[in-house]
Antibody
Framework: EVQVVESGGGLVQPGGSLRLSCAAS????????MHWVRRATGKGLEWVSA???????YYPDSVKGRFTISRENAKNSLYLQMNSVRAGDTAVYYC??????????????????WGKGTTVTVSS | DIQMTQSPSSLSASVGDRITITCRAS??????LNWYQQRPGKAPELLIY???SLQSGVPSRFSGSGSGTDFTLTISSLQPEDFATYYC?????????FGQGTKVEIK
């Protein structure tokens, strides 16, 4: 079964650090881009970061310089190192697989496999 | 960054109704538009990719259309399990963004 399972969430103080993990199974992990997406209570989905198969990384301004995405293909694992966390980082964090399809000669990207999420609470 | 704006933010509908959700991008994104469904307490699920391609396993009552800056998600006959929040998301730029979501509630 193709699946991703997040872990590592918990309570962290403002300014502190936390490392999330995502364990992938049922597919060739090294062949796929991977993403982190979060949803704060009462708010919508927010894309947090992505890492390509070559290790290229992408972040929105809201987390750039504070969060670091990484992968360890030998362990089929994805990580999100969260530093200098703020109250606004409180959310459920989802790991998602990125896939691509060719339509009329163009490559289209999307997230097709999602985990159930891990909850991060930033509070003193 | 590319801003994605959905309308309406919420709607009430009955089982069997046909509903349409609109998503507008702040710049041209061609067909690089995906739709997701999120039920309460569950992970998001991919419904539509490349604006109009139905993800495997998704019921045919879901359909997507549009290109450029304006897109729509249509549910032809609303079922009880369709009451959820729907999000559009662009993959045109390397920095992906979601719309704010449309909550579909039971009338």
């Amino acid at each position: 079964e193709v699946q991703v399972v997040e872990s590592g969430g918990g309570l962290v103080q403002p300014g502190g650090s936390l490392r999330l993990s995502c364990a992938a199974s049922g597919f060739t992990f090294s062949s796929y881009d991977m993403h982190w997406v979060r949803r704060a209570t009462g708010k919508g989905l927010e894309w947090v970061s992505a890492i390509g198969t070559a290790g290229d990384t992408y972040y929105p301004d809201s987390v750039k310089g504070r969060f670091t995405i990484s992968r360890e293909n030998a362990k089929n694992s994805l990580y999100l190192q969260m530093n200098s966390v703020r109250a606004g980082d409180t959310a459920v964090y989802y790991c998602a697989r990125g896939d691509v399809t060719t339509v009329t000669g163009h490559y289209y990207y999307y997230m097709d496999v999602w985990g159930k999420g891990t909850t991060v609470t930033v509070s003193s | 960054d590319i801003q994605m704006t959905q309308s309406p933010s919420s709607l009430s509908a009955s089982v069997g109704d046909r509903i349409t959700i609109t998503c507008r991008a702040s710049q041209i994104i061609s067909y690089y538009l995906n739709w997701y469904q999120q039920r309460p307490g569950k992970a998001p699920e991919l419904l539509i990719y490349a604006a109009s391609s139905l993800q495997s396993g998704v019921p045919s009552r879901f359909s997507g259309s549009g290109s450029g800056t304006d897109f729509t998600l249509t549910i032809s006959s609303l079922q009880p399990e369709d009451f959820a929040t729907y999000y559009c998301q662009q993959s045109y730029s390397s920095l992906w963004t979601f719309g704010q979501g449309t909550k579909v509630e039971i009338k």
